[in-house]
């Protein structure tokens, strides 16, 4: 069967955020159809910070999956045929960081072409924080001052804002630039992740039972934000009494 065009990006959360909150990364790799599917890390947005790389493998280990990550900044890591990996993998995953040193890297490299095949091919993308803002028409960035709009690859055509409720600026930050003229799109707090099919939220997941995601944009003078129904995925479902 063809594989549709999907995409999982976390307001903030997974291994590098909650080590011990396993439940966005479990999902992820649940969409996948291999028993051990193929998970390939990218960490860009981190200068491909050696630390963050360690912490990638020992959460996707080999016991669970095959994994693998691409360096753009180590001449020694990484396969050198980008895209050729990439159409194997069932997921790629983007860590966080900064999303201009991520997107100009990958622009420098055509990284961006690269997983714009994989995606439309049914490869699962996944990120985090710079990660998640990638995929977006555009958003906002405060790695390094004041949040402030950036343009993103656009394989969504949404807006987006990440760590909502986390960082006091970004609310307001993210309100004007609607105002100024940026896409309506979705806002997620920690915790809270966001899953397209296509160009088309089909579900939001919580790694907390409190995180929550929003649909955001300008009515009239306004910018009103749409509260969206989400599933805390460490609920227990409820055992159903044998009748007496």
């Known amino acids: 069967m063809k594989r549709v065009p999907q995409i999982v990006a976390y307001g903030g959360g997974g291994f590098s955020m909650e080590p011990n909150n396993p439940l966005l990364d479990q999902y992820v790799l649940g969409l996948c159809r291999r028993k051990k599917p193929r998970v390939c890390f990218f960490p860009s947005a981190s200068g491909d910070a050696d630390h963050y790389v ?17 360096s753009l900044f180590r001449r020694d890591c990484g396969p050198g045929k980008v895209r050729e990996h990439l ?11 900064s999303i201009l040193s991520l997107l100009g890297v990958w ?20 990120g985090v924080s710079a990660g998640s803002l990638c995929w977006f028409h555009s958003g906002l960035t405060a790695y390094h001052h004041d949040a402030k709009p950036y343009q993103g690859l ?17 609310r ?57 129904e989400a599933t805390y995925l ?7 009494l044998a009748a007496a």
Do not use: T
Not at 87 to 97: A, E, N, R, W
Not at 180 to 197: N, W
Not at 208 to 227: F, I, L, Q, T, W
């Open 54 to 70: 360690v912490r990638f493998y020992r959460h996707f280990s080999s016991d669970i999956c095959d994994p693998s990550h691409i």
């Open 87 to 97: 159409l194997k993998q069932d997921l790629i995953y983007v860590g966080g960081g």
């Open 107 to 126: 622009r420098a490299h055509g990284i961006d072409e690269d997983l714009r095949a994989a995606w439309q091919a049914g490869v699962i993308l996944v």
């Open 154 to 170: 656009g394989f969504l055509s949404h807006s987006n804002a990440v760590h909502y409720e986390e960082e006091s600026d970004r």
């Open 172 to 228: 307001p930050a993210y309100h004007q630039a609607l105002r100024d003229g940026m896409p309506g799109g979705y806002a997620a707090s920690d915790g809270a992740a966001l899953h397209f099919i296509g160009d088309d939220l089909h579900r939001v997941v919580l790694s907390r039972p409190n995180a929550r995601a929003y649909r955001v944009e300008v009515a009239g003078e306004d910018v009103v934000e749409h509260p969206l």
């Open 234 to 240: 460490g609920e227990r479902p409820k055992l159903e």
